[in-house]
């Protein structure tokens, strides 16, 4: 694969909505696990039973400012949504599972909760269920039109079609 096809995208304008969105959750959030990690980091990756919390919470964090700003930036839009979807992915099944179950297992635990299910999980899944679904559209479409992806493919095809002249 070309880093070009990459970066390509047909998506519109208004695909900097979502980058935005998205971005903006998971640099805020990955910045928030430097600044409590005792509440939001280390500290929270052990009350769920995270393995190597020490390890994992500021690890999450950088994932999660650097895929955050280049969402933002829309620069290796498509690249930096795949390690989102994977910490998506543990979120759910670390946090959410438990409650759908209404019990802890695999050694992760289950937060208390005045009810259990699958509608308290849906709840409880809200926004991580959002942060997923659009890390997932920018993985389908890439970046759009707006974005340092777009401007990169532009100039390299530009580069391309002037050195294939003859």
Not at 110 to 134: I, K, Q
Request: with cysteine; aromatic share 10%; proline share 5%.
């Amino acid at each position: 694969m070309r880093v070009q096809d990459l970066l390509k995208t047909a998506a519109p304008e208004a695909t900097v909505l979502i980058r935005v969105m998205v971005g903006g959750v998971f640099l805020s959030e990955g910045i928030q696990k430097f600044l409590y990690p005792d509440a939001l980091g280390a500290g929270r990756f052990a009350k769920i039973g995270i393995p190597a919390p020490e390890i994992m919470g500021p690890f999450v964090g950088t994932v999660e400012i650097v895929c955050g700003a280049l969402l933002i930036a829309g620069l290796l839009t498509r690249l930096a949504a795949l390690p989102l979807l994977g910490t998506m992915f543990v979120a759910l099944l670390s946090t959410k599972a438990p409650i759908l179950l209404g019990y802890g297992f695999w050694g992760l635990a289950l937060r208390e909760l005045p009810r259990y299910g699958f509608w308290s999980m849906m709840h409880e899944a809200r926004t991580d269920l959002c942060m997923t679904l659009g890390a997932l559209f920018l993985l389908i479409v890439g970046a759009g039109s707006i974005s340092l992806d777009w401007l990169i493919c532009r100039r390299t095809k530009a580069r391309y079609d002037t050195t294939n002249l003859g």
